[in-house]
């Protein structure tokens, strides 16, 4: 159990403040050793020592006037006019005004101001003092220091049962205050007993939270409203959605019908930049991101289902994790879902199918983290799985930068409110790793140990000089950056802009010259097929025409002989006998061969012979 106890003490009572410092050692007194002395003393045996094992311990009390303090305001609603006069009504202000102007001493007050006000006039038309005098001159090299961080304060969960922080919100006037949300995400793994408390914390009192929000489910996020700070919204764990008032308390004002709320746990709520201030949407895992407003919360107003198939059936939406909404773009929100895929929507689309624009694929888990780049919207930020990815909205088909592969899981990220080229990034380690860059690509510029156990959310101030984590032990950390993790850099704005471009540009070739090899690849695979079926019949046939060709011409000298045998044979036999001592008969010449048109003719015999189709056609 830890003790903690506030001294409360006005600073006129504590003294003068104690200024100490280092020093070097000083020899102040030197006693050289006397012999003579040491004649005089006498060597005393035995010794006796009594010896005590604890230590010496006193208890002391005082009693402190306690101090208490309140804070109270005051509504100004007009001033300058009495009771009975209606400053909404003309009439009455300008016949008050007639009496005032009548009134001595009204003309006499105007006589000695108009007097001082001309003086001052007359100033300001003589000399400009917003005139830069200097503005031509370089601007002086800074010294670039080493990054750094430092912790300021920790606020621990006051409960014996210790729970995650899962979500942290600053005050939106000052920054002043911090909301932290605690909830066990383990599925029936909760404690017996563990409390379903939420705190808001005053940063300048760690160790006793200002209010205790009571929901009646724990609080997975929780948010400051923008434009009224005293309100505050809550996505609750059993899928409900809560708003809380700090001027009524710590109960819940107003809380949604669990028939109309989410089916899982509210992952995610956001303002909208209304006129009102009173609108804001929520996601969770079971696949729908639901439009309310809180003045009523029985049911939400619009209702959109994660199916990127278009067909707005439940049960095949995606979860949904993150949610992002850039007032510069009112149309648009993107929604970072648990199978890594972000989803960009037009929320003026009348049907929630096409709300749906287009998806962003590249992580292999859950998006924890989506943010657009606060001085370049096209550009956002997620973080999932073991890596952190910029995107831009020009390339679709991958990022256009990312981080290493981690040892450990990130869990969440965020844009540096200042400085358009720095982000930072929790893992399961409990490392917060600031990332710039301009400076360095391949690893963080700054890797910090915050804590032993995981952290779980971080969320950055304003001014981007402090930044707080919350761990999985329900510990909040703040920590401040050093001056130049928090201050515009010359030319960061168009060095970060020229990044971005460059590397846009380098997706987009790339992503050309993989479309285009693709596109040949399938081409290739298409044409072997083609050719395939077509050179393998052309190489067959011109086999069986040379073949043909080969068995018509034997056919015909087989023909020929033959017909030449027959000829000569009937020839001899109808020739007369002849002497051998007379002269010589005379011979027959053999046949003339003639081809026309696949026909032999022979000046005996006429052979016709008629070549296939077949193979007339293939030739």
């Given at each position: 159990?830890?003790?903690?106890?506030?001294?409360?003490?006005?600073?006129?009572?504590?003294?003068?403040?104690?200024?100490?410092?280092?020093?070097?050692?000083?020899?102040?007194?030197?006693?050289?050793?006397?012999?003579?002395?040491?004649?005089?003393?006498?060597?005393?045996?035995?010794?006796?020592?009594?010896?005590?094992?604890?230590?010496?311990?006193?208890?002391?009390?005082?009693?402190?006037?306690?101090?208490e303090?309140?804070?109270?305001?005051?509504?100004?609603?007009?001033?300058?006019?009495?009771?009975?006069?209606?400053?909404?009504?003309?009439?009455?202000?300008?016949?008050?005004?007639?009496?005032?102007?009548?009134?001595?001493?009204?003309?006499?007050a105007?006589?000695?101001?108009?007097?001082?006000?001309?003086?001052?006039?007359?100033?300001?038309?003589?000399?400009?003092?917003?005139?830069?005098?200097?503005?031509?001159?370089?601007?002086?090299?800074?010294?670039?220091?080493?990054?750094?961080?430092?912790?300021?304060?920790?606020?621990?969960?006051?409960?014996?049962?210790?729970?995650p922080?899962?979500?942290?919100?600053?005050?939106?006037?000052?920054?002043?205050?911090?909301?932290?949300?605690?909830?066990?995400?383990?599925?029936?793994?909760?404690?017996?007993?563990?409390?379903?408390?939420?705190?808001?914390?005053?940063?300048?009192?760690?160790?006793?939270?200002?209010?205790?929000?009571?929901?009646?489910?724990?609080?997975?996020?929780?948010?400051?409203?923008?434009?009224?700070?005293?309100?505050?919204l809550?996505?609750?764990?059993?899928?409900?959605i809560?708003?809380?008032?700090?001027?009524?308390?710590?109960?819940?004002?107003?809380?949604s019908?669990?028939?109309?709320?989410?089916?899982?746990?509210?992952?995610s709520?956001?303002?909208?930049?209304?006129?009102?201030?009173?609108?804001?949407?929520?996601?969770?895992?079971?696949?729908?991101?639901?439009?309310?407003?809180?003045?009523?919360?029985?049911?939400?107003?619009?209702?959109?289902?994660?199916?990127?198939?278009?067909?707005?059936?439940?049960?095949?939406?995606?979860?949904?994790?993150?949610?992002?909404f850039?007032?510069?773009?009112?149309?648009?929100?993107?929604?970072?879902?648990e199978?890594?895929?972000?989803?960009?929507?037009?929320?003026?689309?009348?049907?929630?199918?096409?709300?749906?624009?287009?998806?962003?694929?590249?992580?292999?888990?859950?998006?924890?983290?989506?943010?657009?780049?606060?001085?370049?919207?096209?550009?956002?930020?997620?973080?999932?799985?073991?890596?952190?990815?910029?995107?831009?909205?020009?390339?679709r088909?991958?990022?256009?930068?990312?981080?290493?592969?981690?040892?450990?899981?990130?869990?969440?990220?965020?844009?540096?409110?200042?400085r358009?080229?720095?982000?930072?990034?929790?893992k399961?380690?409990?490392?917060?790793?600031?990332?710039?860059?301009?400076?360095?690509?391949?690893?963080?510029?700054l890797?910090l140990?915050?804590?032993?156990e995981?952290?779980?959310?971080?969320?950055?101030?304003?001014?981007?000089?402090?930044?707080?984590?919350?761990?999985?032990?329900?510990?909040?950390?703040?920590?401040?950056?050093?001056?130049?993790?928090?201050?515009?850099?010359?030319n960061?704005?168009?060095?970060?802009?020229?990044?971005?471009?460059?590397?846009?540009?380098?997706?987009?070739?790339?992503?050309?010259?993989?479309?285009?090899?693709?596109?040949?690849?399938?081409?290739?695979?298409?044409?072997?097929?083609?050719?395939?079926?077509?050179?393998?019949?052309?190489?067959?046939?011109?086999?069986?025409?040379?073949?043909?060709?080969?068995?018509?011409?034997?056919?015909?000298?087989?023909?020929?002989?033959?017909?030449?045998?027959?000829?000569?044979?009937?020839?001899?036999?109808?020739?007369p006998?002849?002497?051998?001592?007379?002269?010589?008969?005379?011979?027959?010449?053999?046949?003339?061969?003639?081809?026309?048109?696949?026909?032999?003719?022979?000046?005996?015999?006429?052979?016709?012979?008629?070549?296939?189709?077949?193979?007339?056609?293939?030739?």
């Amino acid at each position: 159990m830890e003790i903690v106890y506030v001294y409360v003490k006005k600073r006129s009572e504590f003294g003068k403040q104690c200024n100490f410092s280092d020093r070097q050692a000083e020899l102040n007194i030197d006693i050289p050793p006397n012999p003579e002395l040491a004649e005089q003393f006498v060597e005393r045996n035995p010794v006796d020592t009594g010896i005590q094992c604890s230590t010496s311990m006193s208890e002391h009390e005082a009693n402190t006037e306690r101090f208490e303090m309140e804070t109270r305001g005051v509504n100004h609603v007009e001033g300058g006019w009495p009771k009975d006069v209606n400053p909404l009504e003309l009439e009455q202000t300008i016949r008050f005004r007639k009496k005032v102007e009548k009134d001595e001493n009204y003309i006499n007050a105007i006589m000695q101001l108009g007097s001082i006000m001309e003086h001052c006039i007359k100033q300001n038309n003589a000399i400009d003092i917003y005139q830069e005098y200097f503005d031509d001159e370089d601007a002086v090299e800074v010294t670039e220091e080493a990054p750094s961080a430092k912790t300021i304060n920790v606020f621990r969960d006051p409960q014996e049962i210790k729970r995650p922080a899962t979500h942290l919100s600053w005050h939106p006037d000052g920054n002043r205050k911090l909301a932290v949300a605690y909830s066990c995400l383990d599925f029936q793994r909760a404690p017996e007993g563990m409390s379903h408390e939420s705190y808001i914390w005053d940063l300048e009192n760690p160790n006793r939270p200002e209010i205790a929000l009571k929901p009646s489910s724990s609080l997975v996020t929780l948010e400051y409203n923008p434009k009224d700070s005293h309100v505050l919204l809550g996505g609750c764990y059993n899928g409900q959605i809560a708003c809380w008032d700090t001027r009524k308390g710590s109960l819940v004002a107003e809380l949604s019908t669990i028939e109309f709320s989410h089916r899982d746990p509210v992952y995610s709520t956001i303002w909208l930049q209304s006129k009102t201030g009173t609108e804001c949407f929520s996601a969770s895992t079971d696949g729908q991101v639901m439009w309310w407003d809180i003045r009523k919360l029985s049911e939400p107003t619009e209702v959109v289902i994660m199916d990127i198939t278009k067909k707005e059936q439940l049960e095949n939406a995606l979860g949904a994790i993150s949610l992002e909404f850039e007032s510069t773009l009112p149309t648009k929100f993107m929604v970072g879902t648990e199978q890594g895929i972000v989803i960009s929507c037009n929320r003026k689309a009348k049907t929630s199918a096409e709300k749906i624009l287009y998806t962003f694929s590249g992580h292999h888990g859950p998006i924890y983290a989506l943010q657009r780049n606060p001085f370049y919207p096209k550009n956002f930020l997620t973080v999932g799985d073991w890596t952190a990815r910029i995107w831009s909205e020009d390339s679709r088909e991958s990022s256009i930068m990312w981080t290493k592969y981690h040892m450990a899981y990130l869990t969440d990220g965020a844009w540096s409110p200042v400085r358009p080229a720095v982000f930072f990034t929790t893992k399961m380690d409990g490392t917060l790793d600031i990332w710039d860059f301009v400076f360095k690509q391949c690893d963080p510029a700054l890797s910090l140990k915050v804590c032993d156990e995981a952290l779980f959310c971080l969320r950055v101030q304003d001014n981007g000089c402090f930044i707080a984590c919350g761990s999985q032990l329900g510990t909040a950390t703040l920590l401040e950056v050093s001056h130049g993790l928090c201050t515009l850099q010359r030319n960061e704005k168009n060095t970060a802009s020229s990044i971005f471009e460059r590397e846009t540009r380098r997706e987009k070739i790339l992503e050309a010259r993989h479309r285009e090899m693709r596109l040949k690849e399938k081409g290739k695979v298409e044409g072997r097929d083609d050719d395939l079926r077509e050179e393998q019949p052309a190489v067959n046939l011109e086999e069986l025409v040379s073949k043909a060709e080969e068995e018509f011409f034997d056919i015909i000298f087989t023909e020929l002989k033959k017909k030449e045998a027959e000829a000569m044979k009937s020839k001899l036999l109808r020739a007369p006998p002849t002497h051998t001592s007379g002269p010589s008969s005379p011979q027959r010449t053999m046949p003339t061969l003639t081809p026309f048109c696949g026909a032999l003719r022979l000046t005996d015999t006429v052979l016709m012979l008629e070549v296939p189709n077949v193979l007339l056609t293939a030739a």
